[in-house]
């Protein structure tokens, strides 16, 4: 089991950067897959990138590529959501989710949560 702690969010400007933190307890987080989401008000909770356990590769929602970066840091048992550009469109809740199966795109899929934490774009 895994339990994750989300950070980095905030206030910003349109066209600033943030970099999110996704911070997991357990000494097997190298072994999960691990996806960043958000949720806007009103809307549903929508994909925005993974990175998966076995060799490091990213997947990314057209939406956001090229402005996003997904990566970790197995030996900080962290995975990290650089995001550049920003606009107000932007403006959710991220959460990270993990998963020591599952390495796709679907929310329902990921066993393990995170709290999520606020990006607000202000343009």
């Known amino acids: 089991q895994v339990q994750l702690v989300e950070s980095g969010g905030g206030p910003v400007q349109a066209g600033g950067s943030l970099r999110l933190s996704c911070a997991a307890s357990?000494?097997?987080?190298?072994?999960?897959?691990v996806g960043w989401f958000r949720q806007a008000p009103g809307k549903e909770r929508e994909f925005v990138a993974r990175i998966r356990r076995s060799d490091g590769n990213t997947s990314y929602a057209d939406s956001v590529k090229g402005r996003f970066t997904i990566s970790r840091d197995n030996a900080k048992n962290t995975v990290y959501l650089q995001i550049d550009r920003l606009t107000p469109e932007d403006t959710a809740v991220y959460y990270c989710?993990?998963?020591?199966?599952?390495?796709?795109?679907?929310?329902?899929?990921?066993?393990?949560w995170g709290q999520g934490t606020q990006v607000t774009v202000s343009s």
């Open positions: 357990g000494r097997t987080f190298s072994t999960y897959a």
């Open positions: 989710a993990a998963d020591n199966v599952y390495s796709g795109r679907r929310a329902d899929q990921f066993n393990y």
